[in-house]
């Protein structure tokens, strides 16, 4: 059994990012996926266990430039209990509170949440639809660097990221929606929380005389990533949400899902649901 | 086997030092390492809550969390609620309720219980069954604990007030 | 006493709320469960388990893990030959020779310094294995040339002077899967069903779904020099277990002592010895020190037992004016690759059966089957959910053939006080009725009926429907061995505390609580005056065990007993110092009254003092054996085997997205037949608990056993009822003050988780049209048979 060798709690980015560079580190965040995972076998430890929770730069929500920064650390209570949050990402926060249970929420952080990358990650799927992005920090010749990702590019594959194992990830930035944006997130299961989702939709819109425009839909858990149903966006972009319409945009998104079965569902009961709830959710959206 | 740590830390309202191994969860440190067996063992995946303890005022799955990721905070136990007023609070309001019968997942839920009256010291029926979401109980059927959880709300609200005045 | 002092009246605690004894140490974390306890010196036990699910066990190499620091102990079957077979059919060696059947089969197990050491010990041990088909289905264990999972003969070698007589020493084998059979028989099936107007059959699917005990399973064991074990247990039958603990070891039961600490939740699962038990004492045996084994929620998911899954056909038949006529069951249970209780719930099934509403005629016919799959043990109900899903779901339809409302039809049918029945239960009380009324005015059952089933075509996509249920339980023990008695001995102590010492086990039930109030009735006590011992086998008198609703019932006439007992011989004493009839005189208040005006004679404590002390030096102890009037079934399965049954209806109303397949239980109406409420809030929180336990039979929990490996050994993916799911629960108590019950009460702990998924079944029909036979009801199972996608039921099973 491979064993860690050292344990680290930097304070300052710049520390973590030398620390990253030296290669072999197992990042620890909130830790409600890391342990779990590493007990079971997922994951396996690398020789050094960084804890980044003291790294200031990680912390803090706030607007700047027409988008909201959500640190890395940020937990799901912290955004649950943001009025930025709550006000200008509704679908974000309206994804939070369908996230686990209060005491996972008040530990998993939005960073881990992402870097996780589960397919079913809960906010995974509103943070795609907003066309949120990531922001690396490496430092690979004694100075930091940042690069931003678009989260489309960020997810490759389940429990897999474009982030290189020298980057740590610092924030992701949201742009704020346009004016009169309103948007649902749906999650499928029995519980309100503590499920793991066995499809879920984050779908937004803004009303402009009959028509939807800034058409956003992302769907988790029926693909290996979240996915953004650009297509779907597209047969609703400019239109008018009549039945015809909302059942196009079902039969545009079964096109772009691929669906797998597992223990919580076939990947035909997935295709049944996103035709079914993406028209709930549509309707609505187009209500609110 | 990994490498230990030295970490240091308050355990209810005490502060304590201690070697913990990388690996071991908070859980592990408190029940074989500090022999405080009230926080229960149910699950070790944080679905079940018998382990919730209170890390600088909020609420968390010991199981879940590194016990190296304790240094430098504040913990508080179901042995630190219990002496508390709202411990006491609660667990008057639990044993008056029926809301314990085998027990096990109780403590978990008295300490998720103290932390939702208060984050939440008018919580609803609502609130409250969303509040211990995260604790199974395979005995009670929850109705009990719901009930007792409010009334325990209430006791700490009216004493509050008689604080006040 | 003083002359101011007020008379006492006579007070009751019967029927009050009264909070558990045990309530306020676990809620402030103080209660030492099994897993809490840490004895000087233990070592800590793993044990390795099969990765196939059938396979002959080529070899087995420990040297690597024998010489891993910290280890003390690696065994295998080779290091115990003088094992024997344990579980209900004795065909269950706790470590595997030659063969693993299944996924959790034990084959080698260590004791080390720490779990950490124990574990990493389990990964250096090396086995081979040479893979046989597998069985992973009754249906397919029963087809000609399925391959066997007990070919031949396997068992101990066990030494002559270990042979206990009678003891089994090897398993002789099974030559055709099945492990056991059952047949029950009354009336003429034939000529029933030649008196039927309306005929139906239906083949039901009840699948797997385990304890899911918060604490998970755990022991400890330890010999003294001299041989003698002492076990701490989280046995629900500590008596039985000790003697085949005594079998198994090859000693006499006498030098085994079972301590049971306070339990993380029962429901069944403590019922039988399982490998890991015998497995924890074979290595304190060979290292002579202390050994703790606990198992992971992994292991507790994989290696406890399951409710056993059953495959049945039900036949049902009916006269125009609605009297029943007969009913032909046949049922497959899947046994797994052992038998434990599982495989005897058919015990509980025909009685259902046979005796819930009147049917002269009946046939009834199990198979246990050996599979590959895991093995199935008792859990709260026995058998019952799954024999009330079928009947009750017939009942419906019969009801809905003729025309006639599902209640009416019901009332025509039901028991009445003072019936025997064709299987010989004497319902001497009997409030079958009263439930069925209650809970259908209460719940406005027949109007919301109608109107759920006026929206059927309705295009909205989420439906409402309202389904009943009924339920028949024993509620007074169950005479399943020669004896169903409990013992109790009573001491009074100088200051007039009484220490209760009771054969029945606390598991979480209130049973301490509700014994101490029967006793403080007697004593005109205060429950503070009670300590109830309840927990060691060296102490506590003998009890059966706590299982069959039977603990109030049994083991509270028991304490009554013995407190009569005590009454009687203070009131004797105190009728001999004052010189009145005894008869005239009452214990009330911790006091000597005076019947008749409540007038204060002596003190308690002072008296029992003035006993104790005098020239008679008398103390005040007694003891009772309490044995139910009930009788042992015979060879047909006939006789009342208990003494007394409790009745129970319930009406589920529920909300079912057709668009998604979810069914949400939005309010549960039940009316419970109790005998008499003891503790109310006792009584309310079983009630409570069963329900939202039977919710989760019908709606959520599904252990998904697939080529025998559990696919989902999680609470992640194994999903018990979380708060926000609960119903709205409206719970009537009929009172039919049972003659035998203690204080006129029957047993209720099954009782409300039986007819949950039944009712639930017949509501998503009131809601939807469409019936579904098989369980779980959860979403995508849901979804596929409103919309034609679920695969039907068919009984494709080879005579």
Redesign the interface.
């Known amino acids: 059994?491979a064993g860690i060798e050292r344990y680290e709690a930097p304070d300052t980015l710049e520390r973590a990012a030398e620390i990253l560079r030296a290669g072999k580190v197992t990042v620890l965040a909130g830790g409600t996926d890391l342990m779990p995972q590493t007990q079971?076998g997922r994951v396996q430890f690398q020789t050094v266990l960084m804890n980044v929770r003291r790294v200031p730069e990680l912390q803090g929500i706030a607007e700047a430039d027409g988008a909201v920064r959500i640190g890395a650390l940020v937990t799901i209570t912290q955004l649950l209990e943001s009025a930025l949050v709550r006000e200008r990402l509704g679908l974000l926060w309206q994804a939070c509170d369908h996230f686990a249970s209060d005491q996972i929420r008040n530990a998993a952080t939005v960073g881990g949440n992402l870097c996780n990358a589960s397919p079913a990650g809960d906010t995974l799927v509103p943070l795609l639809a907003l066309g949120a992005r990531v922001v690396l920090s490496a430092k690979p010749n004694g100075s930091l660097e940042t690069r931003r990702v678009p989260l489309e590019a960020f997810f490759v594959g389940p429990g897999r990221t474009s982030r290189a194992p020298a980057e740590l990830l610092v924030a992701v930035e949201v742009p704020l929606p346009p004016a009169g944006f309103a948007g649902e997130f749906y999650k499928?299961g029995?519980?309100?929380g503590?499920?793991?989702s066995?499809i879920s939709i984050a779908a937004g819109a803004r009303r402009e005389g009959t028509v939807l425009r800034d058409v956003r839909i992302a769907l988790g858990a029926v693909a290996p990533t979240p996915i953004r149903a650009t297509r779907t966006e597209a047969v609703l972009e400019g239109r008018a949400p009549d039945a015809a319409r909302l059942e196009a945009a079902a039969q545009a998104a079964l096109e772009e899902v691929r669906p797998i079965s597992d223990?919580?569902?076939?990947d035909?009961?997935r295709r049944?649901?996103i035709r079914?709830?993406l028209k709930?959710v549509l309707t609505h959206v187009c209500q609110l | 086997?990994s490498a230990n740590c030295d970490i240091a830390f308050t355990l209810n309202g005490v502060k304590r030092e201690l070697t913990v191994p990388v690996q071991r969860s908070a859980l592990e440190m408190l029940?074989e390492q500090l022999g405080l067996?009230?926080?229960?063992?149910?699950?070790?995946?944080g679905?079940?809550g018998?382990c919730t303890i209170i890390v600088d005022g909020a609420t968390v799955n010991a199981c879940l969390m590194f016990a190296v990721d304790c240094d430098g905070r504040e913990l508080v136990?179901?042995?630190g609620v219990?002496v508390s007023e709202a411990?006491e609070h609660?667990?008057e309001a639990?044993?008056?309720?029926?809301?314990?019968?085998?027990?096990?997942?109780?403590?978990g839920l008295?300490v998720q219980a103290s932390h939702l009256i208060e984050r939440h010291p008018d919580a609803d029926e609502a609130v409250?069954?969303?509040g211990?979401?995260?604790?199974?109980?395979?005995?009670?059927?929850?109705?009990?604990?719901?009930d007792a959880i409010a009334a325990a709300a209430q006791a700490s609200a009216q004493g509050s007030e008689h604080g006040r005045g | 006493m003083g002359a101011g002092d007020t008379p006492l009246a006579r007070e009751s605690l019967i029927g009050k709320?009264i909070?558990?004894m045990?309530?306020?140490?676990?809620?402030?974390?103080?209660?030492?469960?099994i897993?809490?306890l840490n004895l000087p010196g233990a070592l800590h036990a793993k044990i390795l388990r099969s990765t196939q699910v059938h396979a002959r066990i080529v070899s087995i190499d420990t040297s690597a893990a024998r010489r891993l620091p910290g280890v003390h102990a690696v065994i295998t079957a080779k290091d115990v030959p003088w094992q024997r077979p344990i579980g209900v059919a004795k065909d269950h060696l706790p470590l595997k020779t030659d063969r693993v059947r299944s996924l959790r089969d034990e084959i080698a197990a260590v004791a080390a310094d720490s779990e950490?050491i124990a574990e990493?010990a389990l990964?250096l041990i090396r086995v081979e294995y040479a893979p046989l088909p597998a069985v992973i289905t009754a249906e397919q264990a029963l087809a000609p040339g399925a391959p066997l999972i007990h070919p031949e003969p396997h068992g101990a070698d066990a030494s002559p002077h270990l042979k206990a007589p009678g003891a089994p020493v090897a398993f002789a084998g099974k030559p055709d899967n099945v492990a056991m059979t059952f047949d029950y028989a009354q009336g003429d099936v034939a000529q029933g069903e030649a008196e039927s107007d309306v005929v139906i059959e239906d083949v039901f699917r009840l699948h797997y779904v385990t304890?899911?005990?918060?604490?998970?399973s755990g022991v400890i064991a330890e010999f003294d020099p001299s041989g003698n074990l002492l076990l701490y247990s989280n046995t629900q039958v500590p008596f039985l277990h000790k003697r085949e603990f005594a079998e198994l070891l090859g000693i006499d039961p006498a030098r085994i002592r079972i301590i049971q600490p306070?339990?993380?939740?029962?429901?069944g699962s403590k019922l039988d010895i399982y490998p890991f038990e015998p497995i924890a004492i074979f290595l304190a045996k060979i290292t002579r020190r202390p050994v703790k084994l606990v198992f992971?929620?992994?292991e507790e998911f994989i290696a406890s037992p399951t409710r056993q899954p059953v495959l049945l056909k039900l036949r049902s038949g009916c006269r125009k004016d609605g009297t029943l006529t007969f009913r032909t069951v046949e049922t497959l249970h899947d046994n797994g690759a052992y038998t434990s209780w599982g495989a005897t719930t058919p015990f509980v099934m025909m009685q259902t059966v046979s005796s819930l509403y009147r049917v002269p005629h009946c046939k009834y016919h199990t198979r246990a089957i050996y599979t590959n799959n895991p093995y199935a043990g008792s859990f709260r109900g026995y058998g019952n959910l799954q024999a009330t899903f079928a009947v009750e779901a017939h009942m419906d339809k019969l009801a809905e053939a003729l025309g006639m409302d599902g209640l009416a039809f019901r009332l025509k049918n039901a028991q009445e006080p003072g019936e025997i029945t064709p299987q010989g239960m004497n319902f001497a009380s009997c409030g079958f009725k009263d439930c069925l009324k209650t809970a259908a005015e209460r719940s406005d059952f027949l109007r919301k009926q109608a109107e759920n089933r006026a929206r059927w075509s309705d295009p909205q996509?989420v439906k409402r429907g309202v389904g009943m249920a009924s339920m028949l339980h024993v509620g007074g023990g169950a005479k399943i061995y020669p004896s169903d008695g409990c013992g109790t001995i009573l001491k009074l102590d100088d200051f007039a505390h009484v220490t209760l010492i009771t054969g029945a086990s606390e598991?979480?039930?209130?049973s301490e609580t509700v014994l101490s109030q029967l006793v403080c009735e007697e004593l005109g006590l205060p429950l503070s005056a009670v300590t109830v011992v309840n927990n060691d086998t060296d102490i506590t008198p003998w009890d059966v065990g706590v299982h069959a609703s039977r603990t109030t019932f049994i083991a509270g006439n028991s304490a009554i007993g013995a407190a009569r007992k005590a009454k009687a011989k203070i009131l004797a004493a105190a009728a001999a110092r004052t010189g009145l009839a005894q008869e005239a005189l009452d214990l009330r208040g911790a006091c000597i009254v005076r019947k008749s005006d409540g007038e204060r004679l002596f003190e308690l404590g002072k008296f029992l003092r003035g006993l104790h002390f005098s020239d008679r030096a008398e103390l005040v102890m007694t003891s009772f054996y309490y044995e139910p009037p009930s009788k042992h079934q015979d060879k047909q399965f006939k006789g009342d085997v208990s003494a007394a049954y409790a009745w129970a209806t319930q009406v589920c109303e529920v909300e079912v997205d057709t668009?998604?397949?979810?069914v949400?239980l939005l309010k549960v109406t039940g009316a419970h037949d109790v005998g008499r409420v003891l503790n109310r809030?006792?009584i309310?929180?079983q009630i409570?608990?069963?329900?939202?336990?039977g919710q989760g039979y019908a709606?959520?929990e599904n252990l998904?056993v697939e080529n025998g490996v559990v696919?989902?050994p999680?609470?992640?993916?194994y999903?018990?009822?979380?708060?926000?799911?609960?119903p709205a629960?409206d719970i009537s108590f009929i009172e039919t003050m049972d003659g035998e019950g203690p204080q006129g009460a029957k047993g209720v702990g099954e009782a409300p988780a039986i007819c949950i998924a039944a009712a639930v079944a017949n509501a998503i029909y009131n809601a939807t049209g469409t019936r579904i036979t098989a369980l779980p009801f959860?979403?995508?199972n849901v979804?596929?048979a409103l919309?034609g996608?679920a695969t039907p039921l068919k009984w494709s099973v080879a005579a």
């Not at chain 2, 067996?37 to 995946?45: R, S």
């Open positions: 059994m079971d499928h029995t519980r309100p503590l499920d793991i066995a223990v919580r569902a076939s035909w009961y049944e649901l079914n709830m709930r | 086997m029940r067996t009230g926080t229960k063992y149910g699950c070790g995946e679905e079940c018998a136990t179901i042995e219990a411990g609660l667990r639990f044993v008056a309720n029926g809301a314990v019968q085998c027990g096990f997942c109780t403590p008295v409250i069954r969303r211990i979401e995260g604790n199974l109980c395979r005995c009670t059927g929850y109705r009990k604990i719901i | 709320r909070p558990k045990d309530a306020p140490d676990k809620a402030s974390g103080k209660t030492r469960y897993q809490d950490a990493a990964e304890h899911c005990c918060l604490g998970v306070p339990i993380g939740g029962g429901f992971t929620r992994e996509p598991i979480g039930q209130g668009q998604t397949g979810i949400r809030l006792g309310e929180g409570e608990g069963g329900i939202v336990m709606l959520t998904m696919r989902n999680n609470f992640r993916d999903k018990l009822v979380t708060a926000p799911e609960i629960m959860t979403p995508e979804y596929r919309h996608a």
